[in-house]
Protein backbone atom coordinates (compact mmCIF):
# COMPACT_ATOMS: atom_id res chain seq x y z
CA UNK A 1 0.00 0.00 0.00
CA UNK A 2 1.19 3.47 -0.64
CA UNK A 3 0.53 6.01 1.51
CA UNK A 4 0.65 9.27 -0.24
CA UNK A 5 -1.26 12.82 -1.50
CA UNK A 6 -2.50 12.03 -5.06
CA UNK A 7 -3.93 15.10 -6.61
CA UNK A 8 -7.00 13.28 -8.37
CA UNK A 9 -7.81 16.35 -10.70
CA UNK A 10 -4.61 15.79 -12.52
CA UNK A 11 -3.91 12.17 -11.31
CA UNK A 12 -0.07 13.21 -9.93
CA UNK A 13 1.16 12.43 -7.03
CA UNK A 14 1.99 15.18 -4.93
CA UNK A 15 3.69 13.71 -1.78
CA UNK A 16 4.77 10.13 -0.61
CA UNK A 17 4.99 9.27 3.38
CA UNK A 18 6.62 6.75 5.09
CA UNK A 19 4.75 4.17 6.93
CA UNK A 20 4.89 3.72 10.56
CA UNK A 21 7.07 0.89 11.40
CA UNK A 22 6.19 -1.27 14.33
CA UNK A 23 8.41 1.35 17.21
CA UNK A 24 6.12 4.02 16.02
CA UNK A 25 3.29 2.45 16.28
CA UNK A 26 3.55 1.29 19.71
CA UNK A 27 5.24 4.33 20.83
CA UNK A 28 2.14 6.05 19.57
CA UNK A 29 -0.07 3.79 21.13
CA UNK A 30 1.51 4.46 24.58
CA UNK A 31 1.54 8.12 24.16
CA UNK A 32 -2.37 7.63 23.68
CA UNK A 33 -2.51 5.39 26.79
CA UNK A 34 -1.12 8.27 29.02
CA UNK A 35 -3.26 10.85 27.64
CA UNK A 36 -5.97 9.27 28.32
CA UNK A 37 -5.01 8.80 32.39
CA UNK A 38 -4.56 12.19 32.61
CA UNK A 39 -7.86 12.85 30.77
CA UNK A 40 -9.55 10.84 32.35
CA UNK A 41 -8.43 12.85 35.81
CA UNK A 42 -9.37 16.85 34.11
CA UNK A 43 -12.67 18.05 34.27
CA UNK A 44 -15.77 18.97 32.01
CA UNK A 45 -14.15 23.06 32.19
CA UNK A 46 -10.80 21.83 31.11
CA UNK A 47 -11.52 20.04 28.73
CA UNK A 48 -14.25 22.42 27.25
CA UNK A 49 -11.37 24.97 27.66
CA UNK A 50 -8.58 23.06 25.23
CA UNK A 51 -11.86 22.17 22.55
CA UNK A 52 -12.82 25.84 22.24
CA UNK A 53 -9.22 26.79 21.35
CA UNK A 54 -8.90 24.09 19.40
CA UNK A 55 -12.38 25.38 17.05
CA UNK A 56 -10.46 28.81 17.43
CA UNK A 57 -7.67 27.42 15.70
CA UNK A 58 -9.61 25.35 13.21
CA UNK A 59 -11.70 28.28 12.39
CA UNK A 60 -9.01 30.48 11.64
CA UNK A 61 -7.40 28.22 9.41
CA UNK A 62 -10.39 27.75 7.22
CA UNK A 63 -8.80 28.21 3.48
CA UNK A 64 -5.51 26.10 3.92
CA UNK A 65 -7.23 23.25 5.45
CA UNK A 66 -9.99 23.15 3.00
CA UNK A 67 -7.58 23.25 -0.11
CA UNK A 68 -5.47 20.32 1.51
CA UNK A 69 -8.93 18.69 1.40
CA UNK A 70 -9.46 19.46 -2.18
CA UNK A 71 -6.10 18.42 -3.18
CA UNK A 72 -6.06 15.06 -1.54
CA UNK A 73 -9.37 13.78 -2.28
CA UNK A 74 -10.61 16.20 -5.32
CA UNK A 75 -14.02 17.72 -3.62
CA UNK A 76 -15.08 21.22 -4.81
CA UNK A 77 -13.35 24.33 -2.76
CA UNK A 78 -16.89 25.85 -1.43
CA UNK A 79 -17.58 21.95 -0.13
CA UNK A 80 -14.21 21.77 1.16
CA UNK A 81 -14.99 25.01 2.82
CA UNK A 82 -17.81 24.18 4.52
CA UNK A 83 -16.80 20.45 5.61
CA UNK A 84 -14.07 22.55 7.80
CA UNK A 85 -17.01 24.90 9.56
CA UNK A 86 -18.92 22.02 10.04
CA UNK A 87 -16.26 21.02 11.81
CA UNK A 88 -15.75 23.69 13.81
CA UNK A 89 -19.62 23.99 14.98
CA UNK A 90 -18.85 20.39 16.26
CA UNK A 91 -16.45 20.59 18.01
CA UNK A 92 -18.00 23.90 19.76
CA UNK A 93 -21.10 21.66 20.49
CA UNK A 94 -19.19 19.04 22.50
CA UNK A 95 -17.74 22.10 24.52
CA UNK A 96 -20.56 23.25 25.29
CA UNK A 97 -23.08 20.24 25.88
CA UNK A 98 -20.48 17.69 27.10
CA UNK A 99 -20.88 17.67 30.69
CA UNK A 100 -24.25 17.98 30.26
CA UNK A 101 -24.73 14.96 28.11
CA UNK A 102 -22.97 12.60 30.75
CA UNK A 103 -24.03 14.13 33.84
CA UNK A 104 -25.07 12.00 36.80
CA UNK A 105 -28.53 10.54 37.28
CA UNK A 106 -29.87 9.81 40.65
CA UNK A 107 -32.85 7.71 41.57
CA UNK A 108 -35.77 9.86 42.42
CA UNK A 109 -36.31 6.93 44.85
CA UNK A 110 -33.75 5.34 46.30
CA UNK A 111 -35.91 3.15 48.78
CA UNK A 112 -37.19 0.72 46.35
CA UNK A 113 -33.61 -0.71 45.60
CA UNK A 114 -32.90 -0.62 49.44
CA UNK A 115 -30.35 2.02 49.54
CA UNK A 116 -29.95 5.58 50.93
CA UNK A 117 -28.65 6.66 47.08
CA UNK A 118 -28.54 4.82 43.94
CA UNK A 119 -27.71 5.80 40.22
CA UNK A 120 -25.49 6.42 37.21
CA UNK A 121 -22.24 8.02 36.31
CA UNK A 122 -20.66 8.21 32.45
CA UNK A 123 -16.93 7.22 32.67
CA UNK A 124 -14.40 7.16 29.51
CA UNK A 125 -13.19 4.03 28.57
CA UNK A 126 -9.16 5.13 27.47
CA UNK A 127 -7.80 4.51 24.08
CA UNK A 128 -10.54 4.18 20.72
CA UNK A 129 -9.48 3.01 17.53
CA UNK A 130 -10.77 5.34 14.94
CA UNK A 131 -10.77 3.93 11.11
CA UNK A 132 -12.28 6.63 8.79
CA UNK A 133 -12.61 6.70 5.24
CA UNK A 134 -11.29 9.52 2.60
CA UNK A 135 -14.41 10.99 1.89
CA UNK A 136 -14.90 13.83 4.62
CA UNK A 137 -11.42 13.81 5.32
CA UNK A 138 -12.12 16.15 8.23
CA UNK A 139 -15.45 15.81 9.51
CA UNK A 140 -15.52 11.65 9.61
CA UNK A 141 -12.68 12.12 12.29
CA UNK A 142 -14.09 15.20 14.62
CA UNK A 143 -17.58 13.50 14.70
CA UNK A 144 -15.74 10.81 16.75
CA UNK A 145 -12.88 12.79 18.06
CA UNK A 146 -14.51 16.00 19.73
CA UNK A 147 -17.16 13.96 21.83
CA UNK A 148 -14.41 11.27 22.67
CA UNK A 149 -12.29 13.78 23.97
CA UNK A 150 -14.64 15.61 25.69
CA UNK A 151 -15.48 12.40 27.30
CA UNK A 152 -12.10 11.40 28.79
CA UNK A 153 -11.07 9.48 26.16
CA UNK A 154 -7.55 9.70 23.83
CA UNK A 155 -7.71 8.09 20.22
CA UNK A 156 -5.87 6.70 17.82
CA UNK A 157 -7.16 7.36 13.98
CA UNK A 158 -5.77 5.20 10.86
CA UNK A 159 -7.07 7.27 8.18
CA UNK A 160 -7.14 6.43 4.43
CA UNK A 161 -3.97 6.34 2.95
CA UNK A 162 -5.09 8.84 -0.09
CA UNK A 163 -5.44 11.57 2.70
CA UNK A 164 -2.18 11.60 4.35
CA UNK A 165 -1.31 15.35 5.21
CA UNK A 166 -5.22 15.34 6.80
CA UNK A 167 -4.11 12.34 9.32
CA UNK A 168 -1.24 14.68 10.20
CA UNK A 169 -2.92 17.83 10.41
CA UNK A 170 -5.30 16.00 12.87
CA UNK A 171 -2.50 14.51 14.27
CA UNK A 172 -1.72 17.88 15.86
CA UNK A 173 -4.90 20.16 15.71
CA UNK A 174 -5.77 18.80 19.49
CA UNK A 175 -2.70 18.90 20.84
CA UNK A 176 -2.23 22.90 19.54
CA UNK A 177 -5.34 23.63 21.26
CA UNK A 178 -3.89 22.61 24.96
CA UNK A 179 -4.87 18.77 24.89
CA UNK A 180 -2.23 16.53 26.42
CA UNK A 181 0.15 15.19 23.55
CA UNK A 182 -1.24 11.99 22.27
CA UNK A 183 -4.77 12.77 22.60
CA UNK A 184 -5.28 12.22 19.18
CA UNK A 185 -2.46 10.09 17.55
CA UNK A 186 -2.41 9.19 13.80
CA UNK A 187 -0.89 5.74 12.57
CA UNK A 188 0.34 5.82 9.04
CA UNK A 189 -0.33 1.77 8.85
CA UNK A 190 -1.44 -0.18 6.63
CA UNK A 191 -5.09 -2.02 7.03
CA UNK A 192 -3.78 -5.39 7.34
CA UNK A 193 -2.32 -3.95 10.68
CA UNK A 194 -5.72 -2.61 12.22
CA UNK A 195 -6.22 -5.54 13.41
CA UNK A 196 -2.92 -5.81 15.69
CA UNK A 197 -4.62 -2.72 17.08
CA UNK A 198 -7.65 -3.79 18.15
CA UNK A 199 -6.32 -6.64 19.55
CA UNK A 200 -3.53 -4.92 21.41
CA UNK A 201 -5.02 -4.66 25.48
CA UNK A 202 -4.71 -1.10 25.96
CA UNK A 203 -7.38 -0.03 23.38
CA UNK A 204 -10.66 -0.64 24.52
CA UNK A 205 -12.65 0.22 21.37
CA UNK A 206 -12.86 0.86 18.03
CA UNK A 207 -14.95 3.01 15.44
CA UNK A 208 -15.28 2.34 11.92
CA UNK A 209 -16.70 4.71 8.65
CA UNK A 210 -16.24 2.47 5.66
CA UNK A 211 -16.75 -0.34 3.50
CA UNK A 212 -19.37 -3.70 4.39
CA UNK A 213 -16.13 -5.57 4.22
CA UNK A 214 -14.20 -3.41 6.37
CA UNK A 215 -17.02 -2.95 8.70
CA UNK A 216 -17.63 -6.94 8.96
CA UNK A 217 -14.21 -7.03 9.56
CA UNK A 218 -13.40 -4.82 12.15
CA UNK A 219 -16.04 -6.06 13.83
CA UNK A 220 -15.28 -9.71 13.65
CA UNK A 221 -11.75 -8.49 15.22
CA UNK A 222 -13.56 -6.44 17.73
CA UNK A 223 -16.13 -9.49 18.80
CA UNK A 224 -13.37 -11.71 19.39
CA UNK A 225 -12.17 -9.14 21.57
CA UNK A 226 -15.10 -8.49 23.36
CA UNK A 227 -14.29 -4.65 22.89
CA UNK A 228 -17.04 -2.22 21.83
CA UNK A 229 -17.86 -1.31 18.44
CA UNK A 230 -19.62 1.48 16.36
CA UNK A 231 -20.02 0.79 12.72
CA UNK A 232 -21.14 3.02 10.10
CA UNK A 233 -20.79 1.94 6.61
CA UNK A 234 -22.33 1.88 3.26
CA UNK A 235 -25.87 3.11 2.06
CA UNK A 236 -28.29 3.15 -0.93
CA UNK A 237 -30.19 5.85 0.74
CA UNK A 238 -34.07 6.29 -1.06
CA UNK A 239 -35.14 9.71 -2.10
CA UNK A 240 -39.23 8.82 -2.89
CA UNK A 241 -41.43 11.67 -4.36
CA UNK A 242 -44.99 11.85 -4.14
CA UNK A 243 -47.72 13.58 -5.63
CA UNK A 244 -48.48 16.26 -3.20
CA UNK A 245 -44.35 17.31 -3.78
CA UNK A 246 -42.99 20.65 -4.48
CA UNK A 247 -41.40 19.30 -7.51
CA UNK A 248 -39.44 22.37 -8.26
CA UNK A 249 -37.60 21.93 -4.96
CA UNK A 250 -37.61 18.45 -4.89
CA UNK A 251 -35.44 18.01 -8.24
CA UNK A 252 -33.19 20.66 -6.70
CA UNK A 253 -32.56 18.91 -3.52
CA UNK A 254 -31.94 15.90 -5.63
CA UNK A 255 -29.47 16.98 -7.64
CA UNK A 256 -27.59 18.49 -4.37
CA UNK A 257 -28.33 15.19 -2.80
CA UNK A 258 -26.77 13.27 -5.55
CA UNK A 259 -23.79 14.84 -6.79
CA UNK A 260 -22.50 16.30 -2.91
CA UNK A 261 -18.87 15.51 -2.46
CA UNK A 262 -19.00 14.88 -6.33
CA UNK A 263 -21.34 12.00 -5.13
CA UNK A 264 -19.33 9.87 -2.64
CA UNK A 265 -21.28 10.19 0.37
CA UNK A 266 -23.12 7.53 2.27
CA UNK A 267 -26.01 8.81 3.04
CA UNK A 268 -26.18 10.64 -0.36
CA UNK A 269 -29.50 10.04 -1.95
CA UNK A 270 -28.76 7.17 -4.89
CA UNK A 271 -32.27 5.87 -5.83
CA UNK A 272 -34.85 8.09 -6.97
CA UNK A 273 -38.19 6.64 -6.14
CA UNK A 274 -41.15 8.81 -8.61
CA UNK A 275 -44.61 8.32 -8.63
CA UNK A 276 -46.22 7.96 -11.89
CA UNK A 277 -48.22 10.70 -11.41
CA UNK A 278 -45.38 13.01 -11.35
CA UNK A 279 -42.69 11.00 -13.21
CA UNK A 280 -42.17 12.85 -15.80
CA UNK A 281 -42.32 16.19 -14.59
CA UNK A 282 -39.65 15.54 -12.36
CA UNK A 283 -37.38 13.27 -14.01
CA UNK A 284 -37.43 15.87 -16.80
CA UNK A 285 -36.75 18.33 -14.07
CA UNK A 286 -33.76 16.39 -12.20
CA UNK A 287 -32.51 15.71 -15.66
CA UNK A 288 -32.22 18.71 -16.97
CA UNK A 289 -30.49 20.83 -13.64
CA UNK A 290 -27.79 17.30 -13.89
CA UNK A 291 -27.03 18.50 -17.03
CA UNK A 292 -26.49 22.03 -15.99
CA UNK A 293 -23.86 21.24 -13.40
CA UNK A 294 -20.54 22.69 -14.33
CA UNK A 295 -17.92 19.95 -13.88
CA UNK A 296 -14.12 20.82 -13.43
CA UNK A 297 -11.04 21.91 -11.61
CA UNK A 298 -12.34 21.82 -7.64
CA UNK A 299 -10.54 24.59 -6.65
CA UNK A 300 -12.36 26.58 -9.00
CA UNK A 301 -15.13 28.39 -7.16
CA UNK A 302 -17.25 28.13 -9.87
CA UNK A 303 -17.35 24.19 -9.79
CA UNK A 304 -19.88 22.33 -8.87
CA UNK A 305 -18.38 18.72 -9.25
CA UNK A 306 -14.68 17.68 -9.69
CA UNK A 307 -13.18 14.33 -10.09
CA UNK A 308 -13.27 10.99 -8.08
CA UNK A 309 -10.99 10.73 -5.44
CA UNK A 310 -9.20 7.44 -7.10
CA UNK A 311 -8.64 6.00 -10.31
CA UNK A 312 -10.39 2.57 -8.67
CA UNK A 313 -12.92 4.73 -7.66
CA UNK A 314 -13.91 5.89 -10.90
CA UNK A 315 -13.59 2.48 -12.31
CA UNK A 316 -15.98 1.03 -10.05
CA UNK A 317 -18.54 3.26 -10.48
CA UNK A 318 -18.11 3.38 -14.72
CA UNK A 319 -18.41 -0.46 -14.09
CA UNK A 320 -21.75 -0.01 -12.58
CA UNK A 321 -23.14 2.10 -15.30
CA UNK A 322 -21.91 0.17 -18.18
CA UNK A 323 -23.37 -3.19 -16.23
CA UNK A 324 -26.98 -1.48 -16.21
CA UNK A 325 -26.47 -0.02 -20.32
CA UNK A 326 -25.69 -3.42 -20.99
CA UNK A 327 -28.73 -5.06 -19.22
CA UNK A 328 -31.52 -2.58 -21.16
CA UNK A 329 -31.06 0.60 -18.77
CA UNK A 330 -32.02 3.66 -20.14
CA UNK A 331 -28.93 6.44 -19.91
CA UNK A 332 -31.04 10.06 -19.58
CA UNK A 333 -27.83 11.98 -19.14
CA UNK A 334 -23.86 11.13 -18.82
CA UNK A 335 -22.84 7.52 -18.62
CA UNK A 336 -19.00 7.80 -20.23
CA UNK A 337 -16.12 9.08 -18.02
CA UNK A 338 -14.40 12.16 -20.30
CA UNK A 339 -10.89 12.06 -22.04
CA UNK A 340 -9.48 14.16 -19.70
CA UNK A 341 -6.58 13.63 -16.72
CA UNK A 342 -7.88 12.99 -14.20
CA UNK A 343 -10.65 10.80 -12.73
CA UNK A 344 -13.92 12.75 -13.66
CA UNK A 345 -17.28 11.03 -13.98
CA UNK A 346 -19.81 13.23 -15.51
CA UNK A 347 -23.62 13.85 -13.58
CA UNK A 348 -25.38 10.25 -15.06
CA UNK A 349 -29.01 9.33 -14.58
CA UNK A 350 -30.37 5.89 -15.15
CA UNK A 351 -33.57 4.76 -15.56
CA UNK A 352 -35.77 1.16 -16.40
CA UNK A 353 -34.08 -0.61 -14.05
CA UNK A 354 -34.07 -4.54 -13.51
CA UNK A 355 -33.46 -6.61 -10.28
CA UNK A 356 -30.57 -7.93 -12.43
CA UNK A 357 -28.53 -5.36 -12.27
CA UNK A 358 -25.33 -5.19 -10.17
CA UNK A 359 -26.82 -1.05 -9.83
CA UNK A 360 -29.47 -2.22 -7.81
CA UNK A 361 -27.49 -4.23 -5.00
CA UNK A 362 -24.74 -2.42 -4.69
CA UNK A 363 -23.56 0.85 -3.83
CA UNK A 364 -22.71 3.59 -6.36
CA UNK A 365 -20.44 6.15 -4.71
CA UNK A 366 -20.27 8.33 -7.31
CA UNK A 367 -22.99 11.34 -9.47
CA UNK A 368 -25.13 8.28 -10.72
CA UNK A 369 -28.47 8.19 -9.68
CA UNK A 370 -31.07 5.74 -10.41
CA UNK A 371 -34.53 6.80 -11.19
CA UNK A 372 -37.58 4.24 -10.70
CA UNK A 373 -41.87 4.35 -10.96
CA UNK A 374 -44.23 3.69 -8.47
CA UNK A 375 -47.64 3.53 -8.67
CA UNK A 376 -47.93 4.34 -5.19
CA UNK A 377 -46.54 3.99 -1.30
CA UNK A 378 -46.04 0.66 -0.94
CA UNK A 379 -44.37 -0.40 -4.26
CA UNK A 380 -42.44 3.17 -3.28
CA UNK A 381 -41.32 1.44 0.21
CA UNK A 382 -40.91 -2.25 -1.08
CA UNK A 383 -38.49 -0.74 -3.25
CA UNK A 384 -36.93 1.53 -0.96
CA UNK A 385 -36.27 -1.36 1.60
CA UNK A 386 -35.26 -4.08 -1.14
CA UNK A 387 -31.47 -3.41 -0.48
CA UNK A 388 -28.88 -4.54 2.14
CA UNK A 389 -28.13 -0.94 3.04
CA UNK A 390 -30.47 0.98 5.59
CA UNK A 391 -28.48 4.46 6.75
CA UNK A 392 -30.89 7.06 5.94
CA UNK A 393 -33.83 8.01 3.49
CA UNK A 394 -35.70 11.28 2.34
CA UNK A 395 -39.67 11.62 1.24
CA UNK A 396 -40.82 14.42 -0.60
CA UNK A 397 -44.96 14.51 0.30
CA UNK A 398 -47.01 17.57 1.97
CA UNK A 399 -49.43 15.04 3.59
CA UNK A 400 -48.72 14.38 7.06
CA UNK A 401 -50.22 11.09 6.97
CA UNK A 402 -48.11 10.03 4.50
CA UNK A 403 -45.07 11.69 6.49
CA UNK A 404 -46.58 9.25 9.34
CA UNK A 405 -46.95 6.06 7.07
CA UNK A 406 -43.67 6.54 5.36
CA UNK A 407 -41.31 7.52 8.70
CA UNK A 408 -43.25 3.56 10.08
CA UNK A 409 -42.11 1.81 7.48
CA UNK A 410 -38.73 2.79 5.78
CA UNK A 411 -36.18 0.75 7.12
CA UNK A 412 -33.44 3.10 7.80
CA UNK A 413 -31.52 4.76 10.67
CA UNK A 414 -33.25 8.15 9.53
CA UNK A 415 -35.98 9.89 7.67
CA UNK A 416 -35.80 13.57 6.05
CA UNK A 417 -39.30 14.78 5.27
CA UNK A 418 -38.74 17.59 2.20
CA UNK A 419 -35.05 18.10 3.06
CA UNK A 420 -32.06 16.46 2.29
CA UNK A 421 -30.37 14.17 4.25
CA UNK A 422 -27.55 15.70 6.65
CA UNK A 423 -25.66 15.13 9.57
CA UNK A 424 -25.87 17.17 12.68
CA UNK A 425 -24.07 17.44 15.35
CA UNK A 426 -27.32 17.70 17.40
CA UNK A 427 -28.91 14.66 16.13
CA UNK A 428 -28.08 10.81 16.63
CA UNK A 429 -26.60 9.64 13.02
CA UNK A 430 -26.15 5.91 12.11
CA UNK A 431 -28.14 3.26 10.06
CA UNK A 432 -29.22 -0.42 10.50
CA UNK A 433 -28.88 -3.54 8.01
CA UNK A 434 -25.70 -3.88 6.58
CA UNK A 435 -25.09 -0.05 7.13
CA UNK A 436 -23.85 -0.84 10.65
CA UNK A 437 -24.97 -0.29 14.04
CA UNK A 438 -23.97 2.23 17.01
CA UNK A 439 -24.83 6.13 16.89
CA UNK A 440 -22.24 8.73 16.05
CA UNK A 441 -23.25 12.52 17.48
CA UNK A 442 -25.76 13.55 19.63
CA UNK A 443 -25.74 12.49 23.61
CA UNK A 444 -26.00 9.18 22.14
CA UNK A 445 -22.71 9.14 20.21
CA UNK A 446 -20.86 10.49 23.21
CA UNK A 447 -21.64 7.89 25.28
CA UNK A 448 -21.11 5.07 23.07
CA UNK A 449 -17.44 4.88 23.82
CA UNK A 450 -17.88 5.52 28.27
CA UNK A 451 -18.90 3.48 30.81
CA UNK A 452 -22.18 3.77 32.20
CA UNK A 453 -21.34 2.80 35.92
CA UNK A 454 -24.39 2.11 38.28
CA UNK A 455 -23.85 3.31 41.63
CA UNK A 456 -25.62 1.96 45.03
CA UNK A 457 -25.10 3.42 48.60
CA UNK A 458 -26.85 1.93 51.87
Same mark, same amino acid.
Request: aromatic residues 8%.
Given at each position: M?IA?? #???????????????????????????EAA?????? /??? +????? &????A?????????T??????? &??K?????????????????????? %????????????????????????W +????????????????????????????????????????????????D???T??????????S???????? %???????????????? /??S??? %???????? +???? %?????? =???????????????????????R?S? #?? +? /??????????H????????????D? &?????? =????????D?????????????? *?L????V??????????????R? =???????V?A????? &??? $???????????V???? #??????????????????????????????? $??N???????????????????? *???????????????G???????KT????
Open positions: TTT #NPATGEVVEKFAPHDDAEVQRRIAEACRTLGET /SFS +QRAAW &MHATDLLDSEIDSAAMITLE &MGPIRQARAEVVKCVKSIRFYADN %AEAFLSPQHLADPSTVSASAAGTV +QPLGVVLAVMPWNYPLWQVIRFAAPALMAGNAGLLKHAPNVPQSALYLELFRGGYPDGSLRLLVESSEV %AAVIEDRRVKAVTLTG /SEAGR %AVGATAGR +QLKK %AVLELG =GSDPFIVMPSADLDAASTVAVAAVN #NG +Q /SCIAGKRFIITEVYEEFVDLFTK &MNDLVV =GDPMNESTVGPLSTESGRAAVS *GVDDAAKGAQLLAGGSAPDP =GWYYPPTLGLTDD &MRI $VREEAFGPVASYRVG #NRDEAVRIANQTAFGLSSSVWSNDDAEHDWF $VRLEAGAVFLNGMTVSYPELPF *GGIKDSGYGRELAAEIREFCNLVWKA
